[in-house]
C-alpha cells in the first residue's frame, strides 16, 4: 500500500468508527496507531518504523506545512473525502519527540444541521435560562469544564442561536485560537496568526462596534481583564474557561487578575459541563441496579433527584467496537447572577457544584450507565 493510499484508509477507518482524533505515535521499533473514540483512546493498530518519514512528509503536504522542519512543532488543516463517507476537515499537530515527529489529526465533519441545546444534553429549564441570558444586551457568560468537556461545542451553538435570531439582528465576532469551523453570521478572527493574540484580537475587536463578542477561551491575565471590561462597557461577553465547576469560576477569575467585585458584577451567567458516554443501541438492555450501585447515586444525588431502580448498558458488539458504548452526551450545571456583589462573590458560585446530581438524572433517563455517572460524580 502506498503512502497516500495509507493515509486514506486511516482517516477513513477512524472516520467510520466515530473518531474525534488519531494520533501518530513513533516508538522505537513501529509507529503506534490510536483513536480517540467518545473520549477513550484505543489502539488500532500499527506500522513499520520505515513508513513514518513518507507517512509525516504526505500529512504535511496536505496541511500546506514545511516538509524540511523537522524541530519546531507546526500546525495546519485541510479538507478530506474519500468515497462515498461524508468530507471532513482534518486540523494536524505535528510535534517532534524522541523518535521522530508525532502527528495528532483532529476529525471535523462537515454538518449543516444547527445544534441545539436540547441535542447536546441540555435539560428543558436549564436551556430556556441560558437562551433568556444570551438575549440580553450586556454581561458575561462563562463555560468551564477540563479540555474535552465540550466546551468548544456548547459555546458554538450559543453563537449559532445568536445568529439566527432574526427578531434582533446583532454584530456577532470572535476571536479563536484555532477557528474550529465557520460559524454564519459570525466574524471569525484567528489568534496565534502572525502573533495576534487574544488579548491583541479583543482590543482590536471592541474598536469595530460590536454587539456580541465570543472568546474563545479565556487564558491570561490580559486577556480575562478585557473580557470584564467589555462586558462592563455593554457587550455581551461568551467564553470558556479552564474550571472544575462554577463554584470554581470566581477563584479562577481572580487568580488571572480579575478584581473579583468586578467579577460578580458582570458574571450573569455560568455553566459547567461533562461529557458522558451513552449505551450502543446495537447492543443494549435495561439492567437493575444493584444495592452498592444505588448506595453511590444516593451520595450523588443528595436526595434532590430521584434514583433510578435500573439503567442501560451495553454488552458489546461490532457497533461499538466491543465496548457497550456509542456516542457521548452532555451532563450541565447552569447558575444565574443577578450582578450584585456581595463581599466580592456571587451567592451562586459558593453553592456546591450540581454536577454530580445532574450525571444521576442522566441515569433516571435512560442517557447513560451508572458507572458513567459515577466517573462523572466522583472526579
Do not use: W
Not at 118 to 135: F, K, N, P, Q, Y
Not at 155 to 169: D, I, K, V
Amino acid at each position: 500500500m502506498d503512502t497516500v493510499s495509507l493515509v486514506t484508509e486511516l482517516i477513513s477507518r477512524a472516520q467510520e468508527s466515530g473518531a474525534s482524533d488519531i494520533h501518530i505515535d513513533p516508538a522505537a521499533h513501529a509507529v503506534e496507531i490510536r483513536v480517540r473514540v467518545d473520549g477513550a483512546l484505543r489502539t488500532s493498530g500499527s506500522i513499520p518504523r520505515e513508513r513514518h518519514a513518507a507517512l509525516i512528509a504526505h500529512l504535511k503536504i496536505l496541511a500546506s506545512l514545511r516538509t524540511d522542519e523537522h524541530a519546531a512543532p507546526q500546525d495546519g488543516r485541510f479538507t478530506f473525502e474519500a468515497g462515498t463517507l461524508p468530507p471532513l476537515e482534518v486540523r494536524i499537530s505535528v510535534m517532534p519527540t524522541y523518535y521522530g515527529e508525532n502527528a495528532v489529526l483532529r476529525l471535523f465533519p462537515f454538518s449543516t444541521k444547527a445544534l441545539t441545546l436540547a441535542s447536546l444534553g441540555m435539560r428543558r429549564e436549564h436551556a430556556r435560562t441560558v437562551a433568556d441570558a444570551i438575549a440580553r444586551p450586556h454581561g458575561l457568560l462563562l463555560i468551564a469544564g477540563p479540555t474535552g468537556s465540550g466546551k468548544t461545542t456548547t459555546l458554538y451553538t450559543l453563537m449559532e442561536m445568536l445568529s439566527a435570531a432574526a427578531e434582533r439582528p446583532r454584530m456577532l465576532v470572535s476571536i479563536e485560537d484555532p477557528v474550529e469551523r465557520p460559524l454564519a453570521g459570525v466574524r471569525q478572527i484567528s489568534a496565534g496568526v502572525r502573533d495576534l493574540s487574544f488579548a491583541r484580537g479583543l482590543r482590536a475587536i471592541l474598536r469595530q462596534d460590536p454587539d456580541v463578542i465570543m472568546v474563545g477561551e479565556i487564558r491570561d491575565t490580559e486577556t480575562a481583564q478585557l473580557a470584564v471590561q467589555a462586558a462592563l462597557t455593554g457587550h455581551l461577553v461568551l467564553s470558556t474557561l479552564h474550571a472544575l465547576d462554577i463554584p470554581a469560576i470566581v477563584p479562577r477569575l481572580t487568580a488571572l487578575g480579575v478584581d473579583p467585585y468586578l467579577a460578580a458584577s458582570t458574571l450573569r451567567i455560568a455553566l459547567s459541563e461533562r461529557l458522558v458516554r451513552t449505551a450502543c443501541d446495537g447492543c443494549s438492555s435495561v439492567r437493575e441496579l444493584t444495592a452498592a450501585q444505588l448506595r453511590s447515586l444516593s451520595q450523588l444525588s443528595e436526595s434532590q433527584v430521584p434514583l433510578p431502580i435500573a439503567h442501560r448498558i451495553g454488552s458489546g458488539c461490532g457497533s461499538c467496537d466491543g465496548t457497550g458504548y456509542r456516542g457521548r452526551t452532555g451532563v450541565f450545571d447552569v447558575a444565574v447572577g443577578d450582578g450584585r456583589p456581595s463581599k466580592g462573590e456571587l451567592a451562586f458560585l459558593e453553592r456546591p457544584s450540581r454536577l454530580p446530581r445532574e450525571s444521576v438524572r442522566k441515569v433516571a433517563e435512560g442517557s447513560t450507565t451508572c458507572e458513567e455517572a459515577l466517573r462523572i460524580g466522583y472526579a
